[in-house]
């Protein structure tokens, strides 16, 4: 039951984590990039958002291990950050991009795996 609070402590940090780079990204494109956007409040706002996903990843630190928490962490990156641009941004994702998504996760697993 730990070990499953824990993975979904880090999914809601990655979550967190994406969410927070699609909000800045949205106003991004809604202003303009520029000086302009550092005195809009919601983009300042949404600057803050992370921070709340860092606590978590900190949380979930003094809990379990760095290998597997890191490790989670990069497998739900690569999954939820196109999941989100698919949804939000409609960004176009080929069938050889999601194939590319499921080999970077793969391959975090591979290479943080012990013997």
Same mark, same amino acid.
């Given at each position: &039951?730990?070990?499953?609070?824990?993975? @979904?402590?880090?999914?809601?940090?990655?979550?967190?984590?994406?969410?927070?780079?699609?909000?800045?990204?949205?106003?991004?494109?809604?202003?303009?990039?520029?000086?302009?956007?550092?005195?809009? *409040?919601?983009? @300042?706002?949404?600057?803050?958002?992370?921070?709340?996903?860092?606590?978590?990843?900190?949380?979930?630190?003094?809990?379990?291990?760095?290998?597997?928490?890191?490790?989670? $962490?990069?497998?739900?990156?690569?999954?939820?950050? *196109?999941? $989100?641009? /698919?949804?939000?941004?409609?960004?176009? &994702?080929? &069938? $050889?991009?999601?194939?590319?998504?499921?080999?970077?996760? /793969?391959?975090?697993?591979? /290479?943080?795996?012990?013997?």
């Amino acid at each position: &039951m730990k070990t499953i609070s824990n993975v @979904l402590l880090i999914f809601l940090a990655q979550l967190i984590y994406s969410t927070a780079d699609l909000g800045q990204r949205l106003t991004a494109l809604k202003y303009g990039y520029g000086w302009r956007l550092l005195t809009k *409040p919601y983009f @300042l706002l949404i600057l803050l958002i992370p921070g709340l996903g860092l606590a978590l990843q900190i949380f979930v630190l003094s809990r379990y291990e760095v290998s597997k928490t890191i490790t989670l $962490l990069g497998i739900f990156a690569v999954t939820i950050t *196109p999941i $989100l641009g /698919v949804l939000f941004l409609k960004e176009k &994702m080929t &069938m $050889l991009n999601w194939l590319g998504v499921l080999f970077a996760a /793969v391959a975090i697993f591979l /290479v943080t795996s012990k013997k």
